[in-house]
């Protein structure tokens, strides 16, 4: 690659970053604000690749449903959890750590490709 595609790169990386950050933010603002949080119990932690923890969690009519966790947990058997609950249909639930990554990693897509926009804007500056 030559020093002059560098940073047209820099910035194409960068803005892609940046535009896939600003999506996925405006998709976690999906889950609406009636669902209720109701504990949950971690039943198995996966295998930290292809198989999903499980969470397993009490609807009011009694019955226990569950939910999958991250790949990638920092659980143990047996931990409480929180779990994000529709009202209307209990069967749907999320796990509410799962959101609080999604946020987290939507802050480093943000960041990682505003840092890139600049830099790449910077370097096409000073070469040129």
Same mark, same amino acid.
């Given at each position: 690659?030559?020093v002059s595609l560098f940073p047209f790169g820099l ?6 970053? *940046? ?11 999906? *889950? ?5 949080? !109701?504990? @949950?119990?971690?039943?198995? !932690? =996966? /295998? =930290?690749?292809? #198989? ?11 019955? +226990?449903l569950r939910v999958p966790g991250p790949l990638a947990t920092p659980f143990a058997v047996g931990?409480?959890?929180? !779990? &994000? ?5 209990? +069967?749907?639930?999320?796990? /509410? ?15 990682? =490709? =505003?840092? &890139? *926009? #600049?830099? @790449?804007? !910077?370097?096409?500056? *000073? &070469?040129?």
């Amino acid at each position: 690659m030559s020093v002059s595609l560098f940073p047209f790169g820099l910035l194409l990386v960068g803005g892609w970053l *940046v535009w896939w950050g600003l999506r996925r933010r405006r998709s976690l603002g999906r *889950v609406p604000t009636d669902w209720r949080r !109701v504990p @949950g119990t971690v039943i198995d !932690v =996966g /295998d =930290g690749a292809k #198989v999903p923890s499980r969470i397993e969690y009490r609807i009011p009519d009694g019955r +226990r449903l569950r939910v999958p966790g991250p790949l990638a947990t920092p659980f143990a058997v047996g931990d409480e959890v929180s !779990v &994000l609950l529709d009202p209307a249909d209990p +069967r749907r639930a999320r796990l /509410d750590v799962t959101e609080q990554e999604a946020v987290r990693l939507v802050r480093i897509l943000l960041a990682t =490709g =505003g840092v &890139l *926009v #600049v830099a @790449g804007a !910077v370097i096409g500056i *000073v &070469l040129l």
